[in-house]
């Protein structure tokens, strides 16, 4: 299994533009999740989906867009890019039937915005 | 909303030797479930231990256990017999409803040989 997987590793944009960001899990999870994290901070959750055609907004939704029409993967969007979305940019899946599961992560996009 | 704080921005610890994370939270549920991950340079988040709030017995993975006060809201990680291989950014992280995480700002742990 190749786990969870994103593309791009690194991207630059400028201002105003849009760009997505892939995610793709290939262990039949049912949650997922997209978090972003800003330098020397935790992490943040941006939008989650409990499964295909089930999204809903995390903390800081604001700029961003997903949708969610298969098991396996969890496009983020962003619109009008800012520099306030410069940022690395985490995917995660977990299995859930019940609380407390571990979440895998993937390994990042590092995003750019000038 | 529930809040996370990790105290100490930067650990450092001597090879072989113990060193405590702390972390508290915020929340006004009883059933919860707490977590600590680690994320070394290459980024990768990856799951150190985790605990179940209505379980009183603290976790415990080989050299890495928890003291979980759970009237105090303090979730600490003691790393035992420290290597080099530790270091890294550790997150203490909450879960809740949705299987949601709300993550602390992170404590940068640096080994010396």
């Known amino acids: 299994n190749a786990g969870v997987t994103q593309t791009p590793k690194f991207r630059i944009l400028k201002i105003g533009q849009s760009m997505t960001l892939q995610c793709t899990q290939d262990m039949n999870h049912n949650y997922m999740y997209w978090y972003r994290q800003d330098p020397g901070m935790g992490l943040k959750l941006i939008y989650y989906s409990v499964g295909a055609g089930i999204t809903d907004k995390g903390e800081v939704p604001n700029g961003y867009n997903v949708s969610r029409s298969t098991t396996e993967d969890f496009p983020l969007r962003l619109e009008l890019a800012a520099p306030s979305q410069t940022s690395v940019y985490f995917c995660?899946?977990?299995?859930?039937?019940?609380?407390?599961?571990?979440?895998?992560f993937g390994p990042g996009t590092r995003l750019t915005v000038t | 909303a529930q809040t996370v704080t990790q105290s100490q921005p930067e650990m450092s610890v001597q090879e072989a030797e113990t060193v405590t994370l702390s972390c508290t939270y915020d929340t006004s549920e009883s059933d919860y479930y707490l977590f600590w991950y680690k994320q070394p340079p290459s980024r990768q988040m990856i799951l150190v231990i985790r605990q179940e709030a209505y379980k009183q017995q603290n976790a415990t993975e080989n050299r890495f256990s928890v003291n979980f006060q759970k009237a105090a809201k303090s979730f600490s990680l003691k790393i035992s017999d420290s290597q080099l291989g530790d270091a890294a950014m550790y997150f203490c992280?909450?879960?809740?409803?949705?299987?949601?995480?709300?993550f602390g700002q992170g404590t940068r742990l640096t080994i010396n040989p």
């Open positions: 995660a899946s977990s299995y859930t039937l019940t609380g407390g599961n571990e979440q895998y």
């Open positions: 992280a909450y879960m809740e409803g949705a299987q949601k995480l709300v």
